[in-house]
């Protein structure tokens, strides 16, 4: 079974930028290839909601609320999945979950102020 960790959140102001990342372990290479994965992000109170997917293909996802600041992509190699966000806004602010092979990271909180 996969395992995910996350890092990179922390507290930052409106309008800068942080970049995520999530590691997979227990699978290899050739199969985090194939795998499609995923950023969500949860607030308190408020349903999971997804914020970036990239296919086994390669093709990025995103939901509307972030397209044009936030870019997913992936190192294969590393088995690492990446959110890249700019411009971010107050309401950016929730823990971010990395999600692939039905398995879940731990999570990284995100807070931007304002």
């Known amino acids: 079974q996969v395992q995910l960790v996350e890092s990179g959140g922390g507290l930052v102001q409106a309008g800068g930028s942080l970049r995520l990342s999530c590691v997979a372990s227990?699978?290899?290479?050739?199969?985090?290839?194939?795998?499609?994965m995923g950023w969500y992000r949860q607030v308190p109170g408020k349903q999971r909601e997804l914020v970036a997917n990239?296919?086994?293909?390669?093709?990025?996802t995103y939901a509307d609320s972030v397209k044009g600041r936030f870019t997913i992509s992936r190192d294969i190699a590393k088995k690492t999945v990446y959110l890249q966000m700019n411009s971010l806004k107050p309401e950016d602010t929730a823990v971010y979950f990395c999600?692939?092979?039905?398995?879940w990271g731990q999570g990284t909180q995100v807070t931007v102020s304002s």
């Open positions: 999600m692939g092979r039905n398995s």
């Open positions: 227990g699978i290899s290479a050739i199969i985090f290839r194939i795998s499609g």
């Open positions: 990239i296919a086994s293909g390669g093709t990025p």
